[in-house]
Nanobody, 124 residues
Framework: QVQLVESGGRLVQAGGSLRLSCAAS????????VGWFRQAPGKEREFVAA????????SYGDSVKGRFTISRDNAKNTAYLQMNSLKPEDTAVYYC?????????????????WGQGTQVTLSS
C-alpha cells in the first residue's frame, strides 16, 4: 500500500512559479511510476506529467511542456512538480498518482494510488 499526500497548492499570480510536493508512505514508492494530473471544475482529469521510478524518462502534457518539470527524490519518498510561467488556465486541483507500471502512461485509471489533491488558483 502507498499513501500519497500533496502539498504546496495556493493562490498565485499569473506568470509566477509554484512547486508542488507529493509525499509518499510505503517502501515500494521508489519502484513506482509517478504522475501528476489536474482537474478543473467541469472538466475531465488531465494528464500533466509523469516520471519513471528511476527518474530517467519523463512525459509532459502539451499544455505544460516547457513550463513544468517533474522530479522525485526516492530517498525522501517524495515527488515534485515545479510549475513556472503559470497561466490562469493552470487553475485546477492537482493530484499525484503512483503505479506499478512498466512504462509511463497518461491514462488515469492505470495508476494504482492517488492523493487527495491540492488546489492551485491563478489570479490574472
Amino acid at each position: 500500500q502507498v499513501q500519497l499526500v500533496e502539498s504546496g497548492g495556493r493562490l498565485v499570480q499569473a506568470g509566477g512559479s509554484l512547486r508542488l510536493s507529493c509525499a509518499a508512505s510505503g517502501r515500494t514508492f521508489s519502484t513506482y511510476t509517478v504522475g501528476w494530473f489536474r482537474q478543473a471544475p467541469g472538466k475531465e482529469r488531465e494528464f500533466v506529467a509523469a516520471l519513471t521510478w528511476n527518474g530517467r524518462i519523463t512525459s509532459y502534457g502539451d499544455s505544460v511542456k516547457g513550463r513544468f518539470t517533474i522530479s522525485r527524490d526516492n530517498a525522501k519518498n517524495t515527488a515534485y512538480l515545479q510549475m513556472n510561467s503559470l497561466k490562469p488556465e493552470d487553475t485546477a486541483v492537482y493530484y499525484c498518482a503512483a503505479g506499478a507500471l512498466s512504462r509511463i502512461t497518461t491514462i488515469p485509471r492505470l495508476y494504482d494510488y492517488w492523493g487527495q489533491g491540492t488546489q492551485v488558483t491563478l489570479s490574472s
